[in-house]
C-alpha cells in the first residue's frame, strides 16, 4: 500500500454571465505538493454552456482555459506566473475572481496516487454521468 498525502483541489467552473451566477463545472485543479504535482483536468461541454449563454465567446473561453495546465506545469510557457515555485501557482491559480472563469472553494483530501484522484474528481465534479441502460 502506497503513503497517502494531503492534496487541495478547487473545481475549475465557467459563469457565463457572472450577475446570474449560473455555472457550469469544466475542471479540476489538483496539488499535492509531497509528490510534486501540479495539473488539471479540463473538459468543456460546449452544449450546455450554450443552453446558459448562447452568445459566449466559447474561443475565448478555450483560450483561457487552456492557460490553467500551462500554468501547473510552469515554465516560460506560462509566462511570468510559470516561473515561480509550484505551490505559489495554485495559490495564484485558485485565487477568488468575478470573471467568467472561476475556482470552487479549495478542498482538502488524502491520496496515495493524485493522477488517479484528479480523474476520480473529474468523474464525479465534471464529466456528466453515463445515462442508465434502459431495461427491457
Same mark, same amino acid.
Given at each position: ?48 454552456? #450554450?443552453?446558459? $449563454?448562447? +452568445?459566449?465567446? =466559447? &474561443? ?8 490553467? !495546465? ?39 483530501? #488524502?491520496?496515495? $496516487?493524485? +493522477?488517479?484522484? =484528479? &480523474? ?8 456528466? !454521468? ?7
Amino acid at each position: 500500500m502506497s503513503a497517502e498525502h494531503t492534496y487541495d483541489y478547487a473545481i475549475v467552473r465557467v459563469v457565463p454571465r457572472v450577475e446570474r451566477g449560473e455555472l457550469i463545472n469544466v475542471g479540476i485543479v489538483l496539488s499535492c505538493p509531497a509528490l510534486d504535482f501540479l495539473e488539471a483536468g479540463i473538459e468543456l461541454d460546449e452544449a450546455r454552456l #450554450r443552453a446558459l $449563454d448562447e +452568445a459566449l465567446d =466559447l &474561443d475565448a473561453v478555450r483560450e483561457h482555459l487552456a492557460t490553467i !495546465p500551462l500554468v501547473c506545469r510552469g515554465g516560460p510557457d506560462a509566462g511570468p506566473i510559470g516561473e515561480l515555485p509550484q505551490r505559489n501557482r495554485f495559490h495564484w491559480l485558485v485565487s477568488p475572481r468575478s470573471t467568467v472563469i472561476q475556482m470552487s472553494a479549495v478542498h482538502t483530501g #488524502r491520496t496515495g $496516487d493524485p +493522477a488517479a484522484t =484528479l &480523474d476520480r474528481l473529474m468523474d464525479t465534479m465534471v464529466r456528466r !454521468p453515463a445515462k442508465p441502460q434502459s431495461v427491457g
